[in-house]
């Protein structure tokens, strides 16, 4: 008998569990980014969502990137959470909803991530919220001057 059943197959996967899966490929991405940042100071969003992790590569990543000095809390339809990593202008931003749900995962490689940034339409009214907040008829608290 002929054809492919008797040509003998054989996998291969390294040793070393950091040599698998998607870790190491996004941490070069990473440093691609990086290089464009400085140079350009164009960002970069890695959505992770969108990347097949296989077991132990969310875990293999992070700990790659380590853990930075800043930590945020935005609540908005739900908590997001922003971590510095050991690496600057390298952020973990992890989005979840109302009943605590990840949605999504993002490396952002930027001086700032985007979700902490001050939206245009919002400084557009920057100054009326605070002119609201110094009549002392409008129920804001006082400010004394």
Do not use: K
């Not at 245009?120 to 409008?138: F, G, K, N, V």
Request: with cysteine; hydrophobic share 40%; proline share 8%.
């Amino acid at each position: 008998m002929t054809g492919l059943h008797g040509i003998p197959v054989r996998s291969e996967t390294p040793a070393d569990p950091a040599l698998r899966g998607n870790a190491i490929p996004i941490l070069h991405e990473v440093r691609h980014a990086l290089e464009r940042l400085i140079a350009t100071g164009e960002s970069t969003c890695i959505d992770l969502s969108s990347i097949p992790f296989g077991p132990g590569d969310e875990e293999r990543l992070t700990a790659g990137l380590g853990t930075g000095e800043v930590r945020a809390v935005i609540d908005a339809l739900g908590p997001t959470q922003v971590h510095e990593t050991a690496i600057p202008g390298v952020w973990l931003v992890d989005y979840h909803n109302a009943e605590g749900e990840r949605l999504a995962l993002h490396i952002e490689i930027a001086s700032i991530p985007e979700i902490l940034r001050t939206q245009p339409e919002d400084l557009a009214t920057a100054i009326a919220a605070l002119d609201a907040r110094l009549e002392p008829d409008q129920g804001a608290p006082r400010l004394q001057s």
